[in-house]
Nanobody
């Protein structure tokens, strides 16, 4: 049974940085496209960033985090993905979820329904 295990986050000050980690447990040697989503109180879950599987490592970001957040992975198989969050703002406060889907096409995905594995979520709170 494949699982995504998240770590990181917590309480940070405006302008600070933090990093989220998402590790795939129980992988079956499939390359994974991975993404990060977030859900703020009273709002729907929204796309944050995504990275393609395979060797090309294509990335895409939402407009709200472009230039401040960076998504990366540890190796080609991509069993661990990171979300480096810089210049944090109070509006970045949310529960952050990582997601994964087995993929050999080298594509990234921005829609929730493209993913079939989800992490447990981790709270990031940015104090003003």
């Amino acid at each position: 049974q494949l699982q995504l295990v998240q770590s990181g986050g917590g309480l940070v000050q405006t302008g600070a940085s933090t990093r989220l980690t998402c590790s795939i447990a129980g992988t079956t040697y499939v390359t994974y496209a991975m993404g990060w989503f977030r859900q703020a109180p009273g709002k729907e879950r929204e796309f944050v960033a995504a990275i393609s599987g395979g060797t090309n490592g294509l990335t895409i970001y939402s407009d709200s985090v472009q230039g401040r957040f960076d998504i990366s992975r540890d190796n080609v198989v991509g069993t661990t993905v990171y979300l480096q969050m810089n210049s944090l703002k109070p509006e970045d406060t949310a529960v952050y979820y990582c997601a994964a889907v087995g993929d050999y096409s080298g594509s990234y995905y921005q829609r929730e329904y493209d993913y079939n594995y989800w992490g447990q979520g981790t709270q990031v709170t940015v104090s003003s």
